[in-house]
């Protein structure tokens, strides 16, 4: 039986901290892929992990010698070490009560050892871990240790930098649709050029299209300006003036 996955008093506050760097099912990056293969190496470990945990599932951002891209959060020992907040390792998950029974244990990838660096946001919330696993009962030196927290800290420093990134895109193109907009005189509704001369729609329009013009009145304006017109129009007494004038 698997032991009850704990979960954060904040787990709300979790959730939406990880949805706001919209990371979840995007594509890999080499940012983070160096990272996998960085923590791999100088742990010595057959499969490194960036992982994730949604609500559900546990979601692999990078992987190194393993297939799978998710499985649920039920089965994730990352999750207990996002819940520990600080590094959680362990020597032989078939001798832990809390793995022992774990899918993940006594099937594929068969995992004994785990370590485990939570990805701690600078607001304080857990996003996941970054992680190395083997297949065989081991310990981690505390130089190893110390290097694996060291790269955790370099995911999160990445997912800052992504998510920073994606907001200056959208400042950028924000500005960049502002730039289109046509500065109107309230009154006239006269259009202010980029050399800064004021000019009439029509002309302001012929300098940038191939557009063409025919004049008429909207009814508003004609009640306002030709009252006498506009009770003629009312009545139906002047046929299409509508749509000239």
């Not at 039920?74 to 999750?79: K, L, N, V």
């Not at 050029?193 to 000019?199: F, H, L, S, T, V």
Request: charged share 25%; hydrophobic share 35%.
């Amino acid at each position: 039986m698997i032991k009850q996955l704990p979960i954060s008093a904040h787990e709300q506050a979790r959730l939406e901290a990880l949805r706001q760097y919209r990371i979840l099912d995007t594509k890999p990056e080499s940012s983070f892929d160096a990272i996998t293969e960085l923590a791999s190496f100088i742990c010595e470990a057959p499969i490194a992990l960036i992982s994730l945990v949604d609500s559900e599932r546990q979601w692999f951002k990078s992987k190194v010698g393993l297939e799978a891209t998710e499985t649920h959060r039920d089965h994730s020992f990352c999750a207990h070490a996002l819940f520990k907040g600080t590094m959680l390792i362990v020597e032989d998950a078939t001798k832990d009560e809390r793995f022992a029974h774990n899918p993940l244990v006594t099937s594929d990838p068969h995992i004994r050892f785990y370590a485990g660096a939570p990805l701690i946001t600078p607001a304080g919330h857990g996003l996941g871990s970054l992680c190395i696993i083997d297949r065989k009962p081991r310990q981690l030196s505390p130089e190893r240790s110390s290097a694996l927290t060291k790269l955790a800290s370099l995911v999160v420093t990445q997912l800052e930098l992504r998510r920073v990134s994606q907001e200056l895109a959208e400042v950028a193109n924000n500005l960049k649709i502002m730039s289109g907009m046509l500065p109107i005189c309230s009154y006239c509704k006269g259009i202010r050029n980029d050399e800064g001369y004021w000019q009439r729609v029509e002309s302001y329009v012929k300098m940038h299209s191939h557009a063409e013009f025919t004049h008429s009145i909207c009814p508003d304006c004609m009640k306002a300006h030709q009252p006498e017109f506009y009770e003629l129009l009312k009545d139906d007494k002047l046929e299409g003036y509508r749509e000239t004038a």
